[in-house]
């Protein structure tokens, strides 16, 4: 039934989440920060009002009992195919199609997306008398997960929409659909990633051409025609290690700089050098970089305090997954905190070198409406399955 029991609430997660809240916003302004002379920018403050927003959302899932989603996922799901295909007919924005101008602020459709799938793949199969070992259940799955994660690649977001691969294998695995399908499927991904890898490490370009046969790399393979250029640019930077450093491999280099040379213990707030500097880039400093600023200005040590931070937020995903009452609760709050796993692992990954530069930003810190309250409405979920927990 719908109501809040305060007594049955994880406190744990909403302490960790609202910490997470206010270091945003702390940081946020530090991203901003050029000298005590110069304007700061209020986007610290707006980080503020769009987590404001969220708690309300996060609040009245809580208040809403979760159970009631099953019966109206596909209305759930099919809203945000609709809001998927919508931005496709506005202009685009930094040459994709990815938000929907509204008044006052732009939604970003792709993040209610991914908790619309969660939700519609939790509910399929956690249907009373749901066969996972029929191969409809398997390809009915697929077709779940596969309308959106076209549409999504299509913005082209191809970072957010391969999310959607995790959540999918680890809810499948769960249920125990086809498990032997999923591994030789996973190993087909696997290489045919090895595959794409390969081409566009070798795949050629304008200099390449301009070269004279015999000056010409042994290995020359044709344009990719599957992916954007600076997609294809920022796999090459992650591959090559020197390339483009001017353009696609500077945010690579600078978020590199700034974590190493915080050091032990940081430079201290304020005071971090690649972001005051500018070399960092100001636009992307406050979002997908937001974990430089903290690596560089609280060092090792700070660095450690956030991934445990994190670590306490996915285990409780997890125990709330764990401590379900029914089975659409145990998937949906695995699926959630699967989802926010990957945003923080591929985030913080990206940011020291050991993955590509992607656009996935870092859940609870990184500045954007659409993603705060759609991260909130998420854990909002995981707490009202949680507060309606099992007790043993």
Request: positive net charge.
């Amino acid at each position: 039934m719908n109501g809040i029991t305060f007594k049955r609430l994880d406190w744990t997660m909403l302490g960790t989440i609202l910490v997470l809240i206010g270091l945003s916003s702390t940081f946020i302004y530090s991203a901003q920060f050029k000298s005590d002379a110069d304007p700061v920018g209020n986007n610290y403050l707006k980080q503020l009002v769009f987590a404001g927003m969220g708690l309300c959302a996060y609040g009245a899932l809580v208040w809403f009992d979760y159970k009631q989603l099953a019966s109206v996922a596909w209305w759930i799901y099919g809203g945000a195919v609709v809001l998927l295909l919508l931005v496709f007919l506005f202009p685009e924005v930094n040459g994709a199609h990815r938000w929907l101008p509204l008044p006052g602020f732009t939604l970003q459709s792709s993040e209610l997306g991914k908790i619309a799938v969660v939700v519609a793949l939790a509910a399929y199969l956690a249907a009373p008398g749901r066969d996972v070992d029929d191969w409809k259940t398997f390809y009915s799955c697929g077709a779940i997960v596969g309308l959106p994660f076209l549409l999504i690649a299509a913005e082209p977001d191809l970072s957010t929409s391969l999310t959607l691969a995790p959540i999918t294998l680890a809810i499948m695995l769960h249920m125990g659909v086809q498990r032997k399908l999923l591994l030789i499927g996973l190993a087909v991904v696997l290489v045919l990633v090895a595959v794409v890898c390969f081409w566009i490490k070798f795949e050629t370009s304008p200099e390449i051409e301009a070269l004279s046969p015999a000056e010409r790399p042994r290995i020359v393979l044709p344009h990719m025609p599957f992916m954007e250029d600076y997609q294809k640019g920022r796999i090459k930077v992650f591959l090559t290690k020197d390339h483009d450093l001017a353009d696609a491999g500077w945010n690579k280099l600078q978020s590199q700089i700034a974590v190493g040379s915080g050091g032990l213990r940081g430079k201290g707030y304020l005071q971090g050098a690649q972001n005051n500097l500018g070399f960092l880039p100001r636009t992307v400093a406050p979002t997908d970089f937001i974990f430089c600023v903290v690596a560089e200005e609280t060092g090792f040590v700070g660095g450690v305090v956030f991934i445990l931070l994190y670590s306490v937020l996915l285990g409780r995903c997890m125990w709330a997954s764990v401590r379900s009452h029914d089975e659409f609760g145990r998937l949906m709050a695995l699926g959630i905190g699967v989802m926010l796993f990957c945003h923080v692992f591929v985030n913080i990954a990206m940011t020291i070198g050991v993955l590509p530069i992607t656009g996935l930003p870092l859940p609870l810190m990184s500045y954007g409406g659409s993603f705060m309250v759609s991260t909130m409405i998420a854990l909002g979920l995981v707490q009202s399955v949680y507060q309606r927990r099992r007790i043993r």
